[in-house]
């Protein structure tokens, strides 16, 4: 299975960006859940997004809640990441991922539960 994400890119405070996780190979993209994760620069990788198999399921961490969407179109094998109200803290390599192993509704959280990745899209918010 292969992700490509993009969509980043240098955008102002304040400003919106679609993040979009193009998946293909042999999963078929309907029986994959997807995670959005992103690192700052000098810190850790973190958790941001999550969206089940069936998309009934989504997950944000608390720093987006109320600015960012999750969602999935199934039809065109695409996951999106929508980040509006961007702030300065939220620079920083983005990835998409995906796992095949959980059931419908469920999702995760956590880096080690999904199988592939992408490459990552970098988003700079200025100030």
């Known amino acids: 299975v292969q992700l490509q994400a993009s969509g980043g890119g240098l955008v102002q405070a304040g400003g919106s960006l679609r993040l979009s996780c193009a998946v293909s190979?042999?999963?078929?993209?309907?029986?994959?859940?997807i995670g959005w994760f992103r690192q700052a620069p000098g810190k850790e990788r973190e958790f941001v997004s999550a969206?089940?198999?069936?998309?009934?399921?989504?997950y944000y961490v608390d720093s987006v809640k109320g600015r960012f969407t999750i969602s999935r179109d199934n039809a065109k094998n695409t996951a999106y990441l929508q980040m509006n109200s961007l702030k300065p803290e939220d620079t920083a390599v983005y990835f998409c991922?995906?796992?095949?192993?959980?059931?419908?509704?469920?999702?995760?959280?956590?880096?080690?539960?999904?199988?592939?990745w992408g490459q990552g899209t970098l988003v700079t918010v200025s100030s």
């Open positions: 190979g042999r999963r078929p993209f309907p029986n994959l859940a």
């Open positions: 991922a995906a796992d095949w192993t959980f059931s419908t509704q469920q999702t995760a959280t956590r880096e080690y539960e999904y199988e592939y």
């Open positions: 969206i089940s198999r069936s998309g009934t399921r989504i």
